[in-house]
Structure formats: C-alpha cells, structure tokens
C-alpha cells in the first residue's frame, strides 16, 4: 500500500483479555519494527523484523507480548491478559531494509489501546 | 551505549520566531544515523531528515535547518520564522552500524508556535 496501515486505530478491552493489533508495511519493506508511545512519553522499542530472519524481541516487556510476522509482510502484535499498565499507542513501522531509504523510517498512525 | 538526549520538554514560541531544538547522542560506533522525526497532533509520525556520521555538512530544507556536530555530539535542529503548523513533537533518533538496525529514539520536544 501507499503508506503503513494499522487496525484498528482504537481498541477499549478489559483487562485480562487479548487484543491483536495489526499491521500492514509498505509494500516491499522488508523491515517492520513495533513501538510503543506511553501519554507524553517517547517510543520504547518492542519488536523488530527484517525479512527470513529471527526478529529481535529483545524490547518485549513480558512474556504477555508477542508478534508474528507473516509472509514477510503484515505483522500482528498480540498482548496477552492486558493490564491497565498496557494502555498506549502502539506505533508499527516499516522501511526498505536496503538501499539508500534502508534505514528511514514509514510511521503507521498506532493502534490506541485503552485497558480498563 | 546508545542515547539520544533532548533536554527541552516543552518549547513554546511566537509565530516568526525562529527556535533551535537540541539533539544530543551518545554512541560507540564510528558509523551511525541520525534522524529527526515530526509528530503533529494528529499523531503519525513523519520523517523529516538523515544524516550519516561521514557527513557533517549542514543541511537547510526551507524554513528548516539541521546542524551536525561531531564534536559535541549534537544534532541540533533550527525552524526559521515559526509557524502554527510546526507545533508538534519532534523527535531525534540515532541508529548505529552495530546496534541490530535498532533504533534509539529521545523523549521528544514538544513544541507550540503561537499565533
């Protein structure tokens, strides 16, 4: 697609239920990173992927997180008996992974989580 | 170890004031990125510039400027003549040749032009 594309943009659950969050990189990003923006706060690392490679889950805040990325292409970010805690807005991004844009990052608009 | 430092929270201005947001990085690697990315309200963040360590030219992109310094590991960024529609967050970012393709993000200027 024309730019990187999150679903859904805004997500209420209770806590101690899942919620998936999705992705969908630009096309032929082989590089698909998750971040996380707390209110009034920076982005944390949590995950990222570059194409047939192991992805570096080394910013994964628990065993709660996880993400999948499929096909090399759209990534999902499941959190698992979500705590109040977990309330954010999650930022995916993508990037070509080569050439001269290799590292320039394509923000998605976040998928809100709100965890009551 | 990796560090962005941007030590102004919060910067409000005049409208045509010109403002200078400070970038400071810490890192071991002899060659890395620095970026700085811009976050309207609306909240899609949008890339703005590159710069790899091999060059410290000084890069202007019309009202915008981008001073590079090695010295002071600094990577400061001046708006000339403010407008409403530069309020946002910036952020200044580094990534480095033996960091994994991570990251390092700072915490973010938010910055409000005042009309």
């Known amino acids: 697609g024309a730019g990187v594309s999150q679903s859904p943009s805004n997500k209420v659950t209770e806590k101690g239920k899942d919620v998936e969050l999705r992705c969908d990189p630009i096309?032929?990003?082989?590089?698909l990173y998750w971040y996380r923006q707390s209110l009034g706060q920076g982005l944390e690392f949590l995950i990222y992927f570059q194409g047939n490679s192991a992805p570096d889950k080394s910013g994964l805040p628990s065993d709660r997180f996880s993400a999948e990325r499929t096909g090399g292409s759209v990534s999902t970010l499941t959190i698992q008996r979500t705590q109040q805690e977990d309330s954010a807005v999650y930022l995916c991004?993508?990037?070509?992974?080569?050439?001269?844009?290799?590292?320039?990052?394509?923000f998605g608009a976040g998928s809100r989580l709100t965890v009551l | 170890a990796q560090k962005v430092t941007q030590a102004q929270t919060e910067i409000s201005v005049v409208e045509k004031e010109d403002v200078t947001l400070d970038c400071v990085y810490e890192t071991r690697d002899t060659t890395y990125y620095l970026f700085w990315y811009k976050q309207p309200p609306s909240g899609e963040l949008v890339f703005l510039i590159r710069r790899n360590s091999f060059d410290e030219q000084n890069e202007i992109s019309g009202r915008y400027s981008w001073n590079f310094q090695k010295s002071t590991s600094s990577f400061n960024f001046t708006i000339t003549a403010s407008q409403v529609v530069d309020s946002a967050v910036y952020f200044c970012a580094l990534s480095g040749s033996n960091t994994g393709n991570q990251f390092y993000f700072g915490t973010g200027t938010s910055l409000t032009v005042i009309p």
């Open positions: 096309s032929g990003h082989t590089a």
């Open positions: 991004a993508s990037s070509p992974g080569q050439g001269a844009g290799a590292n320039v990052l394509t």
